[in-house]
């Protein structure tokens, strides 16, 4: 197929593939109304009463991690490349790949249907489609889904993993990061990740402080 050819059959399977989420159609395609109970997360003086810093240092990692495998931060984490949906993680819909950039494949990037901010959209089981500046895939290092909290928080300090970050680097994209921030503002029809941003952030800080300490496998 012609290279022009071929990207107008691109744009014209992205416009439909914004049609289908605009409308709803299709199943499996909203997330989780926000029924349940806000979710909390403990402060860190809950943890205080640990006397041994490393052990109070993985329980900090621990309630953290309410919110780092939430399904806000993880369908943004996935192993395969491909981003899922949703409070099941269910494969997105219509099928995407995040690619080498990890922003969508040429013809079809994320930005298609995902704007700068939360797009409501009326009419529709999905009720909005997310959005976000910087929306975009984590890169393949730090895939999450499928693995355990001790891999996870190994993965989050290691900088041949996460982007050759610095701990202090780490705490800065965890507790101020505007993408990282989507997740408890998620639009409407999603659950927020649990707690706040602030209380998130304090426990990552406590977490450093104590040592950095990381779960079992």
């Not at 408890?184 to 952030?201: C, D, I, V």
């Amino acid at each position: 197929m012609p290279k022009r050819s071929r990207q107008t059959g691109l744009v014209a399977l992205a416009s439909l593939a914004a049609a289908a989420i605009t409308l709803g159609i299709g199943s499996g395609l909203a997330d989780s109304a926000p029924q349940d109970p806000v979710r909390q997360l403990q402060g860190v003086a809950a943890f205080q009463s640990i006397a041994n810093p490393g052990d109070r240092s993985r329980a900090l990692f621990t309630e953290a991690a309410k919110v780092i495998t939430d399904p806000r931060c993880m369908n943004c984490h996935p192993v395969t490349g491909r981003p899922t949906q949703g409070d099941d993680l269910h494969p997105h819909v219509p099928f995407m790949q995040g690619g080498a950039s990890r922003v969508g494949v040429d013809g079809l990037p994320c930005s298609t249907c995902h704007r700068a901010e939360n797009t409501t959209v009326l009419g529709s089981r999905i009720r909005s489609i997310p959005g976000n500046a910087h929306w975009s895939l984590a890169p393949d290092s730090m895939g999450w889904q499928g693995h355990s909290l001790g891999y996870i928080c190994r993965q989050i300090q290691d900088p041949a993993r996460n982007g050759d970050r610095s701990l202090a680097q780490i705490r800065q994209h965890l507790a101020e990061d505007h993408l990282v921030a989507w997740a408890w503002h998620p639009g409407e029809g999603r659950r927020p990740a649990p707690g706040t941003q602030a209380e998130f952030g304090a426990l990552i800080v406590a977490w450093i402080e104590t040592g950095a300490e990381c779960p079992p496998e």
